[in-house]
């Protein structure tokens, strides 16, 4: 009731084009959605088993991002969970593994109060019914933003340092919004596989073509 006499007073912009919308994103932008093969990717020398992504950052799929990152659209976590599990094939999220959010830095957390990639696993968790678990941390050192640096510096970890701070799960899928060079999906597969974790893949929203 209180949500309708809102919506009469202030009616509902899509989040990717700001235009008035019955729905988070409007027909429109909903059609589109810049969607790709959604098949899984292995570069050469990867840690991760698989790597899924159905949609290319551009466009409003960027802009729901960026709405999730950067203007606090938490709402937008369950629209973008279940466009990840209607475009993905059931095995990309296989029954026995957890699905496990790439942690945001603490300065980004708490700049934002949440952090993104953990309300896309819960909202997948609801979806998939997969438990959401917690074992990366990443530390102190990584305080510094990995955006500005070159592919080689990400990979070499300059940017980013992490730890393993319990128990981690056999299997792990790691749960971001988008992958830009890889890197840091690496950085995190190299962690888990330094434990307990025998097999890692990865679910993004979306990749840099
Ligand atoms: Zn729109």
Do not use: N
């Not at 429109?28 to 899984?40: F, M, V």
């Not at 496990?100 to 952090?115: C, H, K, T, Y």
């Not at 980013?160 to 919004?177: F, G, N, T």
């Amino acid at each position: 009731m209180l949500r309708t006499a809102l919506d009469l007073l202030v009616p509902p912009l899509c989040w990717a084009c700001r235009e008035a919308a019955a729905d988070r994103l409007c027909e429109h932008c909903r059609s589109r959605l810049p969607w790709i093969e959604p098949l899984a990717t292995r570069r050469r020398g990867t840690l991760l088993q698989q790597h899924w992504s159905p949609l290319a950052f551009e466009g409003p799929a960027r802009e729901l991002v960026h709405a999730l990152k950067f203007h606090c659209a938490t709402a937008l976590a369950g629209l973008m969970a279940r466009q990840l599990v209607d475009s993905l094939p059931p095995r990309a999220f296989a029954p026995d593994a957890a699905l496990i959010p790439v942690p945001a830095s603490s300065i980004r957390l708490r700049q934002r109060g949440f952090d993104h990639a953990e309300l896309l696993a819960v909202e997948l968790s609801r979806l998939v019914m997969l438990p959401v678990e917690r074992p990366l941390r990443r530390q102190l050192a990584i305080a510094r933003s990995q955006r500005g640096l070159g592919r080689s510096d990400r990979l070499s970890g300059l940017g980013l340092r992490l730890s393993v701070a319990r128990k981690a799960p056999l299997k792990a899928i790691l749960i971001d919004d988008v992958c830009t060079t890889g890197a840091t999906l690496e950085l995190c597969a190299s962690a888990l596989l330094e434990r307990e974790t025998c097999r890692v893949s990865a679910v993004t929203y979306c990749s840099v073509p």
